[in-house]
């Protein structure tokens, strides 16, 4: 077993680490700017640095004009990375990202990391808070990944994110020994705050900047106690409740103690069979039902996947991206021939099941026997249905009831020149 605290290769580096906790004023970019260049003169942080700003640091929350804010973040980070030179120090917190793509244009709450380079990694924030209708207007980000910088890889967490335990997990397990959170947390869970940064920092053995916003916004006061905690959760640095600047020398010799005595970041044993997802429709429908009762979005879509290729497994793994947890309804071999003649299926309906059960987006697997998934659908009635673009929605079997229900139907492309048909004719070819 490697020991951490004498690896040829640190986690991170010396540095001085510090968060810039001030009253975000809402729209007011230069006002915004003007603080974060006061606050950098008050720590005067060493070479090397690194500093944490709040979440949507430059510009709050401005619904309202969210274009036209979004519109000034690469003049923003251009701004950020020239006082990342001047002052020496790398520069992390949130500014909201516009992006144009088929389907129209995108905003997202995106954490950069800067320094004197330009941006060296950035983070979109995963989970929107609804109270705050961050999802009426934000896009939820994808594949959280550490950043390198010259200190060593960073994690990062965007507000709400603090929540979800496995967002930091991951980051950790590529390398990250510092993590870095931007946010705007209300005073009324402060408490929620301070606990959940210290259990960040312990469950996954790294450092921690967490850096929130203060003052009041409207009804809302926000929490300001921004932290520096070491890898056994001891509390290195913080800030009140006013604009204030904590910051603290870390020892990356710390991280390597903590981690050579047990390490909790680096055991992934894989704790559970795949088959058991494979399950019948009674057993499913109770699993659902309590699924649905502490909130979770149930997604739908079914088909033969006789010979699993690149179309299905991305397909799949789109529909997975609608909601917490994706059901995908497997026609049995009864079924198939009944549609596709006697020579169908070319693998059996076991081993077709076994086989998506074994795949990380797919949740469960439930065989039906007839021509068509309606009953199945209408019995278990999930929150989302999905199909492929090529089907119309009107036309999609147990669209009407899930839409009388109040859920969703939504199609997805297929990956072009991928189907099982074409398969089998190469094959025989």
């Known amino acids: 077993m490697t020991d951490p605290s004498t690896s040829t290769a640190p986690l991170?580096?010396?540095?001085?680490?510090?968060?810039?906790?001030?009253?975000?004023?809402?729209?007011?970019?230069?006002?915004?700017?003007?603080?974060?260049?006061?606050g950098l003169d008050r720590l005067s942080l060493q070479y090397p640095g690194i500093v944490v700003l709040p979440e949507l640091w430059a510009t709050g929350f401005a619904y309202d004009?969210?274009?036209?804010?979004?519109?000034?973040?690469?003049e923003i980070?251009?701004?950020?990375?020239?006082?990342?030179?001047?002052?020496?120090?790398?520069?992390?917190?949130?500014?909201?990202?516009?992006?144009?793509?088929?389907?129209?244009?995108?905003?997202?709450?995106t954490l950069s990391i800067t320094d004197q380079t330009g941006v060296l990694g950035t983070y979109r924030k995963q989970y929107l808070f609804a109270p705050m209708h961050e999802d009426r207007y934000f896009s939820a980000g994808d594949s959280p990944a550490a950043a390198a910088t010259p200190i060593g890889r960073v994690a990062s967490l965007v507000c709400f994110d603090l929540r979800f335990p496995e967002l930091v997990r991951n980051q950790a397990r590529d390398g990250a020994?510092?993590?870095?959170?931007?946010?705007?947390?209300?005073?009324?869970?402060?408490?929620?705050?301070?606990?959940?940064?210290?259990?960040?920092?312990?469950?996954?053995?790294?450092?921690?900047?967490?850096?929130?916003?203060?003052?009041?916004?409207?009804d809302t006061e926000f929490g300001?106690?921004?932290?520096?905690?070491?890898?056994?959760?001891?509390?290195?640095?913080?800030?009140?409740?006013?604009?204030?600047?904590?910051s603290v020398r870390i020892d990356p010799g710390l991280l390597g103690q903590v981690r050579s005595r047990f390490t909790s970041v680096g055991k992934?044993?894989?704790?559970?069979?795949?088959?058991?997802?494979?399950?019948?429709?009674?057993?499913?429908?109770?699993?659902?039902?309590?699924?649905?009762?502490?909130?979770?979005?149930i997604v739908?879509?079914?088909?033969?996947?006789?010979?699993?290729?690149?179309?299905?497994?991305?397909?799949l793994e789109q529909a997975r991206k609608k909601g917490d947890c994706l059901v995908v309804g497997l026609n049995s071999d009864a079924s198939i021939k009944s549609i596709k003649g006697p020579d169908r299926p070319i693998n059996s309906e076991e081993s077709r099941?076994?086989?998506?059960?074994?795949?990380?987006?797919?949740?469960?697997?439930v065989l039906f026997d007839e021509d068509t998934p309606h009953r199945l659908i209408t019995t278990l009635m999930p929150d989302v249905l999905v199909k492929g673009a090529d089907w119309e929605i009107e036309n999609i079997v147990g669209a009407k009831e899930v839409l009388a229900a109040g859920g969703r139907v939504e199609t997805i492309a297929f990956v072009e020149n991928h189907s099982t048909t074409s398969l089998i004719e190469k094959i025989r070819e």
């Open 268 to 297: 992934t044993p894989h704790s559970f069979y795949d088959s058991t997802k494979v399950i019948e429709e009674e057993a499913l429908g109770e699993k659902l039902s309590r699924s649905q009762g502490i909130g979770r979005t």
């Open 300 to 315: 739908f879509t079914n088909g033969c996947f006789d010979i699993l290729h690149t179309g299905h497994v991305t397909y």
């Open 12 to 38: 991170l580096k010396p540095c001085f680490a510090g968060c810039l906790q001030f009253d975000v004023k809402t729209g007011a970019i230069d006002a915004n700017i003007n603080a974060v260049e006061k």
């Open 177 to 218: 020994g510092l993590l870095v959170i931007s946010a705007q947390w209300p005073a009324a869970r402060r408490d929620h705050w301070q606990t959940l940064v210290r259990a960040r920092a312990i469950e996954n053995q790294l450092f921690v900047l967490a850096c929130n916003r203060c003052g009041t916004t409207g």
């Open 353 to 365: 099941a076994r086989i998506l059960a074994a795949l990380g987006c797919v949740d469960f697997v």
């Open 65 to 74: 004009r969210l274009d036209e804010m979004a519109g000034k973040t690469p």
């Open 77 to 109: 980070l251009n701004r950020l990375q020239k006082l990342a030179g001047q002052y020496r120090v790398v520069i992390a917190g949130s500014l909201p990202e516009a992006v144009d793509c088929e389907e129209g244009r995108h905003f997202y709450n």
């Open 224 to 246: 300001g106690n921004s932290m520096i905690v070491a890898p056994d959760g001891t509390v290195l640095s913080s800030a009140g409740d006013g604009v204030e600047e904590p």
